[in-house]
């Protein structure tokens, strides 16, 4: 997969007091996502064309990706891909990097969300609610152990504009 | 103002605290329905800053948002690499009652969106 034509839409750096070793670790099993990420487990085989796949509580598949970088404790890039019908086919496949960086005795997180076209902001609305919840729920586990209780409204706009584009959603 | 988030405004000196609410929403605890907006007017850069403060169940939303940066701003590059670690500085501040010592030479590069 050529992903030099991915361009980041979402943005989000965070300073976590832990070691790079126990962010990679926390990004990449779901003894720990399901903590911090409402519940879902990842299930990440950890090498490039290897599956990344995010389960719901009940075990369905919420998102099917493939590893594309995988650089551990420093970089994995996947694609991010939303397990609703007709979603990857009408808005492209969806890529996430994760860049785990020391920064004198913390550690700087930094996550990406690209595309390959341009996506609408009442899109991208769903992971600028999402991301910033789960990174902070994240930073919380690793410093304190305990993540944070987040209470989160389904995205609306996303839904709006997904179920406008004829996307099936939950 | 004074006394809701005692010591907030000293982050507008020397900047122009222009507009302070907080409100309360019916029919939830007082403890936890106030929200507040601080916006800060930066002259002379020409930007704003605002901090919302939403209560969100037993914790606490705050949404930074920083604009009105000139085309080709290199402000907007260095508040893109300062706010992530104050932030997070912040966060750790308040969750743990110690705050990270975040290098200056670690903020590095900005991935713009």
């Known amino acids: 997969m050529n992903i030099d034509k991915f361009k980041p839409a979402i943005v989000y750096t965070i300073y976590i007091a832990s070691t790079p070793e126990k962010v990679w670790t926390a990004l990449t099993t779901a003894e720990f996502s399901k903590k911090y990420f409402s519940g879902l487990a990842v299930e990440a085989e950890l090498t490039i064309g290897g599956a990344f796949i995010v389960r719901t509580p009940d075990g369905s598949v919420h998102i099917a990706g493939e590893v594309i970088e995988c650089d551990p404790p420093r970089k994995l890039t996947i694609t991010w891909n939303v397990n609703w019908p007709g979603l990857v086919e009408k808005l492209g496949p969806a890529l996430v990097t994760y860049e785990i960086e020391?920064?004198?005795?913390?550690?700087?997180?930094?996550?990406?969300?690209?595309?390959?076209?341009?996506?609408?902001?009442?899109?991208?609305?769903?992971?600028?609610?999402?991301?910033?919840?789960?990174?902070?729920?994240?930073?919380?586990?690793?410093?304190?152990?305990?993540?944070?209780?987040?209470?989160?409204?389904?995205?609306?706009?996303?839904?709006?504009?997904?179920?406008?584009?004829?996307?099936?959603t939950p | 103002m004074p006394g809701l988030v005692p010591g907030i405004h000293v982050l507008a000196s020397p900047w122009e605290v222009k507009t302070w609410m907080a409100g309360t929403?019916?029919?939830?605890?007082?403890?936890?329905?106030?929200?507040?907006?601080?916006?800060?007017?930066?002259?002379?850069?020409?930007?704003?800053?605002?901090?919302?403060?939403?209560?969100?169940?037993?914790?606490?939303?705050?949404?930074?948002?920083?604009?009105?940066?000139?085309?080709?701003?290199?402000?907007?590059?260095?508040?893109?690499?300062?706010?992530?670690?104050?932030?997070?500085?912040?966060?750790?501040?308040?969750?743990?009652?110690?705050?990270?010592?975040?290098?200056?030479?670690?903020?590095?590069?900005?991935?713009?969106?």
Not at chain 1, 148 to 154: D, G, T, W
Not at chain 2, 43 to 49: E, L, S, T
Not at chain 2, 85 to 94: D, E, F, N, V
């Open chain 1, 102 to 168: 020391p920064a004198g005795d913390v550690v700087k997180l930094t996550l990406i969300q690209s595309h390959d076209r341009p996506i609408g902001d009442d899109i991208l609305s769903g992971g600028r609610q999402g991301w910033p919840a789960i990174l902070s729920s994240l930073k919380s586990l690793l410093e304190t152990g305990d993540a944070l209780v987040i209470k989160m409204e389904p995205p609306q706009r996303m839904l709006a504009a997904l179920k406008k584009m004829g996307i099936a």
């Open chain 2, 25 to 113: 929403k019916p029919g939830h605890d007082e403890s936890f329905s106030v929200s507040a907006i601080l916006l800060l007017d930066m002259q002379p850069f020409g930007c704003q800053v605002v901090f919302n403060i939403e209560p969100h169940g037993s914790l606490v939303k705050l949404t930074l948002t920083h604009e009105g940066f000139a085309e080709g701003s290199e402000l907007l590059d260095g508040v893109s690499k300062g706010w992530p670690a104050i932030l997070s500085g912040l966060k750790t501040l308040l969750e743990s009652g110690t705050a990270l010592a975040i290098p200056l030479s670690a903020l590095g590069k900005v991935h713009h969106a």
